[in-house]
């Protein structure tokens, strides 16, 4: 565990402590070496005695970068998530000034290839690895790189690059951090009486609100957060976008970018870190107008927040996963009540915390059930797969639907929420099976690379040419991969062209943009995805949506497994008819009697949240009770155990009382990278009682001798008990 507390020290030699306020970075003294820290607060008195305090080594910025009130906001998220508040202050930083450098310029000298560098082939190099490696980066990825990214990507470059430049692959070059202002050039359609009514919904009224704009796919919600957006920002507001991940939906980025004529920046992973803080910068001078990022820009300090819209607000991707635990989704609402601004949650399938929320009138429901233009609803039928005979995962009534659509020149998507080859490699004459030595977990066969991958720790091997067990060459998969169902389609429909979108085939940068492009501009016609495919797009010629399995979803073990295959079948059934075109949407199932999805698919998504929200309410589940999960893991197998038994032996009589203590249990993969991990769940009716109990015992944890000997943390309203 992180340290908890905050420090104090004194300030800098010919500094007077008036000079000094909240805000700005500073390096002190820690330990053995010293650190990048934030002023916090600045104080007369010290609990600390006068004689150990240390004086601040140096004062880094001459004005706050976080100005006091949003100080005190990140305080409180700490408080929230009883995590320490250093840490959270600090990652309201860019990365790159956490390092204590100075606050970037917009340009800074790069290096880019020259026409032979460009040309060069690999070998050429091969008595020089620093300067190949250089190259084949550069040839990869083709933008300039600047100093920082040579030095973080390649250590020692300096040498390497010159030699480079002298022998004529490389130039010098300024890259500008700026990002290309994008000319809003489309005009706006006339909004469907639907969108128009929340538009005005969230405009009419001023101050805090929030709402769940909950429109089925295809009903037109960027135009209404569009709409929204640019009437505040005619007030002179800026406005804060968050999305699930800015890779995944460059049409909705750019969608945005041609229709909002002030400056906006969007913050990402493919960012470098000087580009990043360069974005970062403008969003918080107010340069920037309008801030489009994923999960960790919810805490970028806007200087005049007057609106924040999340998009797809039930993708897990909002909640931080390690670390600091926090959910951007739930960040943002505080937020919006911290700064006394409208928040619009969005989503064609609400996560159900949201939906009761609106249900409660605690949130403004906006619903739009229309599709904007000609487009409907695409009808859904089950498909039994008891009896028949699968081939390659296919039914052959699921065949024969994709061949007619074929025919009539449509797209057909594919939809199975697993990468690779197939999910196991098993002997078919002694049973061994395709375990990772590392997890409780089996390793999936890639084919085209001819290895077995872990997908739980990234453990990679080959395949091995006979069975490691008993010898004989007898090894077969079992089950379908993304990988396989493509090949299964090209041997079906060996004419027609079909494009894979997962993890694996989307790897290099730009090329998930390039093959949503050529399938938007027809050049295939089969489409082939894992849960990727499912998010955001806009594909008006899919007219066909085949999903191979959705049994997994039907009988998971936690208690959201239903929410969120409710989700992935409705997100994806959403793909299908966009257009002028009608669609249909095609399940394979074992189980067609289940009545869950029977309802899901007579009576729709908010008939299933809320007969599922009422079985919630019964067991006290989310948002009816509230969680606290304490993960704990060592490589020792009995230690994790021992460690939260104590813990839960510290609790007193009144927590015993009013907080449920669940366990210690096995997570659901008790052994993941070699390390055994076990779970202790505390659920109670009262959060105020939950997070006072919390205050009191977290630091009696800390103090237990077991809590040294093991990884333990800490997460408010977990999300998944899996990882
Ligand atoms: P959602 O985000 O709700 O799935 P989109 O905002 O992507 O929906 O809209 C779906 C499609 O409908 C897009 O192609 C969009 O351009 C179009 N569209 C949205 N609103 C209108 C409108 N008022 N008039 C005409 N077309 C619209
Ligand atoms: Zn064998
Ligand atoms: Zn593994």
Avoid at 92 to 99: G, T
Avoid at 109 to 129: F, N, S, V
Avoid at 214 to 223: C, D, L, P, Q
Avoid at 529 to 540: I, R, V
């Amino acid at each position: 565990m992180p340290l908890r507390a905050l420090f104090d020290y004194l300030p800098p030699e010919g500094i007077s402590i008036d000079e000094l306020g909240p805000g700005i970075r500073l390096r002190v003294p820690f330990g053995r070496g010293e650190r990048i820290a934030i002023l916090v607060e600045v104080v007369q008195q010290s609990e600390v005695a006068p004689e150990l305090l240390k004086p601040v080594s140096q004062v880094l910025d001459n004005t706050p970068l976080l100005e006091s009130g949003y100080i005190e906001f990140l305080r409180w998220v700490a408080g929230y998530y009883h995590h320490p508040s250093g840490e959270v202050i600090l990652s309201a930083l860019p990365v790159y000034l956490r390092k204590g450098e100075a606050l970037v310029n917009k340009t800074e000298k790069a290096w880019q290839l020259t026409e032979a560098g460009a040309g060069l082939e690999a070998d050429e190099l091969k008595r020089a690895p620093r300067q190949q490696q250089i190259m084949q980066f550069m040839q990869y990825h083709r933008d300039p790189l600047g100093r920082q990214e040579l030095s973080e990507k390649f250590g020692n470059y300096q040498a390497a690059i010159k030699a480079l430049v002298d022998k004529g692959f490389l130039q010098q070059t300024e890259k500008n951090l700026e990002q290309p202002p994008q000319p809003a050039a489309d005009s706006a359609p006339i909004l469907t009486p639907e969108q128009q009514r929340a538009v005005d919904a969230v405009l009419q009224q001023s101050g805090f609100q929030v709402s769940l704009l909950y429109g089925v796919t295809g009903s037109g919600k960027t135009e209404v957060y569009i709409a929204i957006a640019n009437e505040i920002l005619a007030r002179g507001q800026q406005v804060m976008v968050l999305v699930p991940e800015i890779a995944l939906t460059p049409q909705l980025v750019s969608r945005i970018q041609a229709r909002v004529s002030e400056p906006l920046v969007t913050l990402h992973s493919g960012l470098s870190e000087r580009e990043r803080a360069y974005a970062w910068q403008q969003a918080i001078s107010g340069r920037a107008r309008l801030v489009i990022g994923t999960r960790s820009a919810v805490f970028t300090p806007l200087l005049q927040t007057g609106l924040i819209i999340v998009d797809e607000e039930h993708d897990q991707s909002y909640k931080q996963q390690e670390g600091f635990r926090y959910s951007a989704r739930d960040m943002a609402v505080a937020l919006g009540k911290q700064k006394n601004c409208p928040v619009i949650l969005g989503s064609a399938t609400p996560s159900f915390e949201s939906l009761q929320n609106a249900y409660r009138h605690n949130y403004q429901l906006l619903k739009m059930s229309e599709r904007a233009g000609n487009a409907r609803l695409p009808a859904i039928d089950l498909i039994d797969i008891r009896s028949v005979r699968l081939d390659g995962g296919f039914s052959p009534v699921t065949r024969r639907l994709i061949a007619e659509e074929l025919q009539k020149g449509n797209q057909v998507m594919v939809f199975l929420n697993r990468r690779g080859y197939a999910p196991v490699l098993t002997c078919h004459d002694c049973g061994w099976v395709s375990e990772c030595p590392r997890c409780d977990a089996r390793m999936t066969l890639h084919a085209a690379k001819n290895r077995l991958w872990c997908h739980h720790c990234g453990h990679q091997q080959p395949v091995p040419p006979k069975c490691p067990q008993c010898g004989h060459q007898n090894l077969i998969t079992l089950g379908q991969g993304t990988e396989q169902i493509e090949t299964v389609l090209a041997r079906y429909f060996p004419d027609t062209s079909c494009v894979r979108i997962d993890h694996d085939s989307t790897r290099k940068k730009g090329s998930m943009h390039e093959k949503l492009e050529a399938i938007k501009q027809g050049k295939h016609q089969l489409l082939v995805g894992t849960q990727m495919l499912a998010k955001g797009h806009d594909f008006p010629n899919v007219t066909l949506v085949v999903v191979m399995d959705v049994d997994v979803g039907l009988y998971g073990t936690d208690f959201r497994s239903s929410e969120r295959m409710s989700q992935l079948l409705m997100q994806v059934a959403g793909r299908a008819g966009r257009a002028d075109k009608s669609g249909r949407v095609v399940i394979q199932t074992r189980h067609p009697d289940h009545p869950l999805l029977h309802l899901l698919i007579q009576q729709g998504y908010e008939a299933f949240s809320r007969q599922a929200l009422h079985e919630r309410e019964q067991a006290l589940f989310p948002p009816f009770g509230f969680q606290v999960l304490i993960r704990a893991e060592a490589s020792q197998a009995d230690l994790p155990e021992s460690f939260l038994e104590a813990a839960h032996q510290l609790a007193d009589e009144r927590a015993q009382q009013a907080i449920a203590f669940w366990g210690p249990v096995p997570a659901a993969m008790q052994r993941k990278k070699g390390v055994h991990r076990f779970h202790l769940l505390l659920q109670t009716a009262s959060r105020p009682g939950l997070h006072d109990f919390l205050h009191r015992w977290l630091p009696e944890i800390e103090r237990l001798p077991q809590a040294k000997k093991v990884r333990w943390s800490i997460d408010v309203d977990p999300q998944d008990f899996y990882s």
